[in-house]
């Protein structure tokens, strides 16, 4: 039986052949879907963590990331079959205004990787859009990023449009790097990460 | 000396009476003219209006022309998304295959500085050069290779880095190539040093900045000693894991932003030969702090640097929104030494203290006006000498039913930093009538000063009675 934890290393380095091959030998071997899951999100949990400890860098936790999805996308028949669901979805996007995408897609990969439904809005999303996709997709957590000082009141009118709308159970996440703990305060948002491996750390404890 | 030379010796890593300082003002030139960042960076009017402004109110020792690295990928096909308070964003990335067309190199247009806003640039170079070329040395900013190479290929090139590493390696020579005929423009216009901005470095590993980067960014800098200037390292952003490769290119200045500690990158800049610059915090002192967070700021920068080879510089291009006046106290900290043993004094004392102990008068009852003036020492220090015998030279001219008491609080002592803290003072020396603070650092003259009083006791005098 092809051993686990070479496809929990094979996803860490990025290795898509190997990472790939593992999953489809582990599932032709009988292994269930969620062990096999489990061992790339502790994958993906370790990349995350040299990533906050400035071991690793976005191309390490890129390509990591492909791995998981090639792998993912041979998993995925098989997980939905044994009934799987994801943690919980989430909407995520850059605020209105600001055009970066490098940090959100980051948080957006260690999501996906967490076992979250991740729906991507992209930049510049205006606070409507992120109101209307999270009844839309029945989102229960929201990411909001930002890279420009200049955009960060985009970020608390977007905190305004979703309080007002009084959507039950709905946890916004900030982030960014002129984003603070202080600020996160300040426009009332539920939790701030300054990584994105410590954005999966908060979306777990704002959820659990 | 004028403030080009000081810079320009603490740029070759000499010491420097005074530290060097280097504000970047790009799109806040726009802010300080009352003119959006879009028209600015398309006007060389507006561009030289902007620099003459911040040369006027920040005494800067060197300017930027143009802070703004979407130049060079405008000139090669990236579409730009323009902003009113920031630099333009590049939107589209031609050598993309993920998100753009995925051009090669020969599909991307021929580059040269007399396209897109380069002859802009220069004519404000020329100009600002001969109003300004004498006190002040002028910074050509052009992009470094990895983020132009990053504004071409989008974020395909992080993958690619471990997938096709020759193409990335040829782009980077490429935009290598452009960067060194960006700079030989700047320097036959006049510009005084070249500096080479490449802050999405600061995303990569010491060992792919080595295989990428230092290539790259060593032809570049060869070029800009060969034409007779001096080349600066500038990476905005959390470089902490690439500056020891950072310190290991031809470079000869490194320049930081605010999440490194000076002191670290003093150690690994001197024993090379070169100079460093950096690092006041951008957005929780300059932008949201006020001139106390910056005078403060300042001067725990300076002193961590020393005295020698240091450029004291905002860690990355001044916010369009800066508050003037925190850039002002920062110039000021550059330029009077006073103020520079001021904030030293009262920095040391007031993190540690919240002086509980410390119990203003409860001034409307006090039967006498109470005149508190916060000095440094008057024994020690001119200004505030002055301003001490301007308020008992005041109190004498009063009459003696004018019941007046002048206290004067030093600030080398706790208690003096303690009024300093409780009487909310914002500069020193100050005076402070009743409680309430009425002359900060200006000292009035001795009429306004009797009125001021006077006031004080009428108030007084209306509540008693």
């Known amino acids: ?208 | 000396m004028t403030g080009k030379e000081v810079l320009l010796r603490a740029l070759s890593g000499q010491t420097t009476t005074r530290p060097a300082w280097l504000p970047y003002v790009g799109v806040h030139g726009a802010s300080l003219i009352d003119v959006t960042a879009k028209e600015y960076l398309q006007s060389a009017d507006l561009i030289v209006q902007g620099l003459t402004k911040a040369n006027e109110l920040y005494q800067p020792d060197g300017l930027p022309i143009v802070f703004d690295l979407q130049m060079e990928a405008e000139v090669l096909g990236c579409e730009l998304k323009w902003a009113d308070k920031t630099p333009p964003s590049v939107v589209s990335h031609p050598m993309s295959l993920m998100e753009g067309p995925g051009k090669a190199l020969s599909d991307l247009p021929d580059f040269s500085v007399e396209k897109g806003r380069f002859p802009i640039a220069l004519e404000a170079l020329d100009r600002i050069k001969k109003q300004l070329g004498e006190q002040v040395a002028l910074y050509g900013l052009l992009t470094g290779p990895f983020t132009l190479t990053l504004h071409l290929m989008g974020n395909d090139v992080f993958m690619n880095m471990y997938d096709t590493p020759d193409h990335v390696l040829a782009v980077m020579d490429y935009c290598s190539e452009i960067a060194c005929d960006v700079a030989t423009a700047y320097v036959e216009h006049g510009a005084d040093v070249v500096a080479v901005v490449d802050p999405m470095t600061s995303q990569i590993s010491p060992e792919h900045f080595t295989q990428f980067v230092t290539p790259a960014v060593n032809k570049l800098f060869d070029h800009i000693r060969s034409l007779g200037s001096k080349g600066s390292m500038f990476v905005c952003g959390d470089a902490t894991r690439n500056l020891e490769v950072m310190a290991e290119t031809h470079c000869d200045n490194i320049a930081i932003d605010e999440q490194i500690p000076l002191d670290k990158i003093r150690d690994l800049a001197l024993p090379r030969n070169k100079s460093f610059g950096g690092n006041l915090k951008l957005t929780t002192v300059l932008m949201m702090g006020n001139e106390m967070d910056a005078r403060q700021n300042a001067i725990n920068c300076i002193d961590a640097a020393g005295d020698r080879g240091f450029i004291l510089a905002p860690g990355c291009d001044l916010p369009f929104d800066v508050k003037p006046e925190n850039i002002q106290a920062v110039a000021q900290m550059v330029h009077d030494t006073y103020q520079r043993d001021i904030a030293r004094t009262t920095g040391s004392v007031s993190e540690t203290d919240s002086f509980d102990d410390i119990i203003l008068p409860d001034y409307t009852n006090e039967s006498a006006v109470i005149v508190d003036v916060v000095t440094l020492d008057s024994e020690g220090c001119a200004p505030c000498q002055y301003m001490f015998k301007a308020t008992m030279d005041a109190r004498n001219r009063l009459n003696d039913d004018c019941q007046v008491i002048v206290r004067e609080h030093k600030i080398t002592t706790r208690e003096g930093v303690g009024m300093l803290v409780k009487l909310a003072v914002p500069n020193l020396p100050s005076i402070c009538i009743d409680g309430q603070c009425k002359f900060a650092s200006i000292i009035p003259d001795t009429a306004v000063l009797v009125e001021a009083i006077l006031d004080a006791a009428k108030q007084k005098q209306e509540l008693t009675s």
């Open chain 1, 1 to 208: 039986m092809p051993n686990l934890n070479e496809l929990t290393e094979a996803i860490k380095s990025g290795n898509r052949s190997t990472a790939t091959r593992i999953t489809t030998e582990s599932l032709e071997a009988g292994d269930t879907p969620q062990s096999i899951l489990d061992a790339m999100v502790v994958g993906m949990d370790e990349i995350g963590e040299r990533f906050k400890r400035n071991e690793v860098f976005v191309p390490e936790m890129l390509i990591a990331a492909r791995a998981m999805k090639e792998s993912m996308a041979i998993l995925e028949p098989a997980l939905v079959k044994s009934g799987y669901k994801p943690l919980a979805t989430a909407v995520i996007g850059t605020v209105q205004g600001d055009l970066h995408d490098i940090g959100k897609n980051l948080v957006s990969m260690m999501w996906k990787g967490a076992s979250f439904n991740v729906v991507d809005l992209g930049v510049n999303v205006s606070p409507e859009a992120f109101v209307s996709a999270i009844k839309e997709h029945d989102a229960t957590l929201v990411g909001l990023s930002a890279l420009l000082t200049t955009t960060m009141p985009s970020m608390k009118a977007t905190m305004d449009a979703i309080r007002s709308e009084q959507l039950d159970g709905v946890k916004v996440l900030i982030g960014g790097a002129p984003v603070t703990q202080s600020y996160a305060d300040q426009i009332g948002a539920d939790g701030f990460a300054s990584d994105a491996a410590s954005a999966v750390d908060a979306a777990r404890k704002l959820l659990a």
